[in-house]
């Protein structure tokens, strides 16, 4: 069965850091782009911050760029978000989402999602 | 402020059909594929839509997906009490090199 499954959440004061992870199984992560997204209680959606599968390529939000920073250890199968410099507006459930990158043949283009998602993670900063 | 936006909810009696709409621009949807994804209460994001118009195996073809210029739709026909849930437009943005979401949308079946 294909999973992700986060950890690291929890409570920690503001300017305080947190490291998440994000074990994959039941696929080949090393072939997979991966992302982070979070959600803010009460509040919809947000890209964190993206990474190629050889980790070549990584993008970030801008709410974000400069305090996390995220990684992968294809070894352990592992996804990882670094975040220093917490802040209050850091306060949300993250979640882990496996990226898909596939070719169109008919346009040549490349289209993009997020097929595979964790159950997330709870971050709380809050002093 | 989303950089995609959708309507902050929409309603529709079972069985009934309703749409959710998805605007950006041509740095996102106009030039990029835009995925769907259904957020039940309490739980993680489901794919529901990608590329456009395409359904992950298991999603019933009462959802579907259309995009022209740079707007999207999401369709659901048949409404469940089921189908009750928060909807999410997304789709890679080429100038901000950045994957952009809309702000969510709350569908209610009446």
């Known amino acids: 069965e294909v999973q992700l499954v986060e950890s690291g959440g929890g409570l920690v004061q503001p300017g305080g850091s947190l490291r998440l992870s994000c074990a994959a199984s039941g696929f080949t992560f090393s072939t997979y782009r991966m992302n982070w997204v979070r959600q803010a209680p009460g509040k919809g959606l947000e890209w964190v911050s993206y990474?190629?599968?050889?980790?070549?390529?990584?993008y970030y939000a801008d709410s974000v760029k400069g305090r996390f920073t995220i990684s992968r250890d294809s070894a352990k199968n592992s996804l990882y978000l670094q975040m220093n410099s917490l802040r209050a507006e850091d306060t949300a459930v993250y979640y882990c989402?496996?990226?898909?990158?596939?070719?169109?043949?008919?346009?040549?283009?490349?289209?993009?999602?997020?097929?595979?998602w964790g159950k997330g993670t709870t971050v709380t900063v809050s002093s | 402020q989303s950089v995609l936006t959708q309507p902050p909810s929409v309603s529709a009696a079972p069985g009934q059909m309703v749409t959710i709409s998805c605007s950006g621009s041509s740095s996102n949807i106009g030039n990029n594929y835009v995925s769907w994804y259904q957020q039940l209460p309490g739980t993680a994001p489901k794919l529901l839509i990608y590329?456009?118009?395409k359904r992950p195996s298991g999603i019933p073809d009462r959802f579907s997906g259309s995009k022209s210029g740079a707007s999207a739709t999401l369709g659901v026909t048949g409404l469940q009490t089921g189908d009750e849930a928060d909807y999410y437009c997304?789709?890679?943005?080429?100038?901000?090199?950045?994957?952009?979401f809309g702000g969510g949308t709350k569908l209610t079946v009446l």
């Open positions: 989402a496996r990226f898909c990158a596939v070719h169109d043949p008919h346009t040549k283009y490349y289209y993009y999602y997020m097929d595979v």
């Open positions: 990474i190629k599968n050889n980790s070549q390529t990584i």
């Open positions: 997304g789709t890679w943005d080429s100038s901000l090199s950045a994957w952009v």
């Open positions: 590329g456009n118009n």
